[in-house]
């Protein structure tokens, strides 16, 4: 559990680190000529920046869950587990339909495809952290099978507080 904890801490740091990055580049390129004739390729450009803004707040909001969900592994608290499995469903739902929906709502024209696209990709950059590791799809099942394992200690087990309690003391003799 302190493992996946540990991943999901660096994971959810690596995350914000990259979301910081993305935001301070955006708003360092934002007055530039690179950025301004991209924009207006296509009707789309008032929508850039609410899209952007909007995908990167959900983002920064997941990065901090998952910080969080992996301090509490690290001290092996479960109880925050059903907040850690619904994390991880959230963001395959959200990366899939963040790329999928571009495709199906935009038009068959090359330029706004890119342009309807270039805000789901820049703010999604720093969940591809996650999806190099395939996290989101393995770490709930060994998180639930851990959590699982801690909270129903083997009956053999030396250190069992089961162990423990059914040690009983002599009677002293009078």
């Given at each position: 559990?302190?493992?996946i904890?540990v991943v999901?801490?660096?994971?959810g740091?690596?995350?914000?680190?990259?979301q910081?990055f993305?935001?301070s580049m955006?708003?360092?390129m934002k007055?530039?000529?690179?950025?301004s004739s991209?924009?207006s390729?296509?009707?789309?450009s008032?929508t850039?920046e609410?899209?952007f803004?909007?995908?990167?707040?959900?983002?920064?909001?997941?990065?901090?869950l998952l910080?969080?969900?992996?301090?509490q592994?690290v001290?092996l608290k479960?109880?925050?587990l059903p907040l850690?499995?619904?994390?991880?469903?959230?963001e395959?739902?959200y990366t899939?339909?963040?790329?999928?929906?571009?495709?199906?709502?935009?038009s068959?024209?090359?330029?706004?495809?890119?342009?309807m696209?270039m805000?789901?990709?820049t703010?999604?950059?720093?969940?591809?952290?996650?999806?190099k590791?395939l996290?989101?799809?393995?770490a709930p099942f060994?998180?639930i099978?851990?959590?699982?394992?801690?909270?129903?200690?083997d009956i053999?087990d030396e250190?069992?507080?089961?162990d423990r309690t059914q040690?009983?003391?002599?009677?002293?003799l009078?």
């Amino acid at each position: 559990m302190k493992t996946i904890g540990v991943v999901s801490i660096i994971l959810g740091v690596l995350g914000l680190l990259t979301q910081w990055f993305s935001l301070s580049m955006f708003a360092m390129m934002k007055d530039s000529e690179t950025l301004s004739s991209a924009l207006s390729m296509n009707a789309e450009s008032s929508t850039f920046e609410p899209i952007f803004y909007s995908m990167s707040a959900i983002c920064v909001i997941c990065f901090l869950l998952l910080t969080f969900c992996g301090i509490q592994f690290v001290q092996l608290k479960t109880r925050i587990l059903p907040l850690f499995v619904g994390l991880m469903i959230f963001e395959i739902v959200y990366t899939v339909l963040a790329f999928i929906l571009p495709m199906i709502l935009g038009s068959k024209e090359p330029e706004q495809m890119v342009a309807m696209m270039m805000p789901m990709i820049t703010a999604n950059m720093g969940m591809g952290w996650q999806f190099k590791i395939l996290f989101p799809l393995w770490a709930p099942f060994v998180a639930i099978y851990l959590a699982k394992k801690i909270k129903s200690p083997d009956i053999h087990d030396e250190n069992s507080s089961r162990d423990r309690t059914q040690i009983t003391l002599p009677k002293p003799l009078n």
